[in-house]
Structures are given as C-alpha cells and as structure tokens.
C-alpha cells in the first residue's frame, strides 16, 4: 500500500475488555515497530519484529499486551483486560531493514472507559 | 538506557522567523537520528534522517545537524510559515533499531 494503514482509528473499550489493534505495514518492509504515545508526551518503543520473528518485546508494560506478526506483514497488537491506564494513541511503524527511515501510520486512539 | 530530551516543549513565533529546535541526547552510540512532525490527531512524518556518520541533512526550508560527540542535533525552520505549525519530535535509533523519542517541541507559527 501507499503507506502504513491502522485499524481502528479510535477504539472505545469498558475495563476489562480485551481488544485487538491492526497494523497493515508498506509491502516489502523488514521491520515493524509499535510505539505507545500518550496524550502530550513522545511514543513510547513496545515492541520490534523483523519479519514474523519478533525480536524484542522488552517495552511491553505488562503481560496483558501481547503482539504478532505470523506472515511477516500484517500485525496485531492485542490488550486484554484493558485499563483505564492503557488509555493511549497506539501508533505502528515500519521500514526496509535495521537502521533505515522508519514510516508510522496514523494511530489508534485508544479510549478505556 | 538512553533519554532524550527537546528543549523548549513550546515555542511561538510571527511568520517569516528563522528558528531553531534542540534535541538532545545521554548516550552518543546512536545508528541515526530522525526528525519527525506530528499535527494533532495524527501520526508521524518523517522529515529528515541523519545518519551516525553524517553531519547534517536538509530538505527544502528543513536543515537538520547532529553532533554525536556532545550529544545534540538542531532541526532549522527558515522563514517559518503558518503551515509549519505542529509538534516536532526527534527520536534516536540505538543497535536494535528501536527509536527513544523526546517529548516533542509544540510549535506555533502565528500569520
């Protein structure tokens, strides 16, 4: 596709459900990132997968987030038993390879109430 | 683990201003550093990339340095327009390739 593609854009959820965010990367890119943001403050690094390995999960904040690549393009980021502090913009990125400019998409706006 | 840091968080300025923008950074053993613009609600564009071995890089009103050595890079707006009006966010690239961002400087280009 033209660009990195993020579904939902804005996401309401109750405590205590789980979700499921999409991120459909440029085509032909090694590399998927996704990043926390919350509101006024720089994106936050979760977790890194180069092809469908995924290389590093280490900013992950708890075991309730998990994240998966299984064909090495598309990828979902799933929260369960969400809280009102995963409250947050959700934004994924990808690039050609290690150390190459790196292409977000738009986000998902994740509300918990 | 690496911190980055922008200085100022706000900045507003008339039309037509040269301006420059800091970032900072603790740890010098960057691959690269980007240059992002954020406008509200939406995500990240890339602006500029400077790679750990060059200096500096530009794009049209856009310059942007990096100085590894003392940890700094400055993003120059020329002749700053209302449509540069957004919040720029520089992130540093580390061995992982995963990005640590700054808090981002607001900027407000007033006609």
């Known amino acids: 596709g033209a660009g990195v593609s993020q579904s939902p854009r804005y996401k309401v959820a109750k405590r205590g459900q789980d979700v499921a965010l999409r991120c459909d990367p440029i085509s032909g890119h090694v590399s998927l990132f996704w990043y926390q943001q919350a509101l006024g403050q720089g994106p936050e690094f979760l977790t890194y997968?180069?092809?469908?390995?995924?290389?590093?999960k280490s900013g992950l904040p708890s075991d309730r987030f998990f994240a998966e690549r299984p064909e090495g393009s598309v990828s979902t980021l799933k929260i369960q038993r969400t809280q009102q502090e995963d409250s947050a913009v959700y934004l994924c990125?990808?690039?050609?390879?290690?150390?190459?400019?790196?292409?977000f998409g738009q986000g998902t706006r994740l509300t918990v109430v | 683990k690496q911190e980055v840091t922008q200085i100022p968080a706000a900045l507003s300025v008339p039309e037509g201003e040269n301006l420059v923008l800091n970032c900072s950074f603790t740890?010098?053993?960057?691959?690269?550093l980007q240059w992002f613009r954020q406008d509200p609600g939406k995500g990240l564009t890339s602006l500029l990339l400077?790679?750990?071995?060059?200096r500096e890089q530009t794009s049209g009103r856009l310059n942007a340095s990096l100085d590894k050595s003392s940890g700094r890079s400055t993003l120059y707006i020329a002749a700053s327009q209302p449509g540069d009006s957004a919040t720029y966010l520089c992130a540093s690239s580390d061995a992982g390739n995963m990005l640590t961002f700054g808090g981002g400087t607001r900027l407000m280009v007033k006609p």
């Open positions: 990125a990808s690039s050609w390879g290690l150390n190459t400019e790196a292409f």
């Open positions: 997968f180069q092809n469908e390995a995924q290389l590093d």
């Open positions: 400077i790679q750990s071995s060059q």
């Open positions: 740890d010098s053993a960057i691959y690269n």
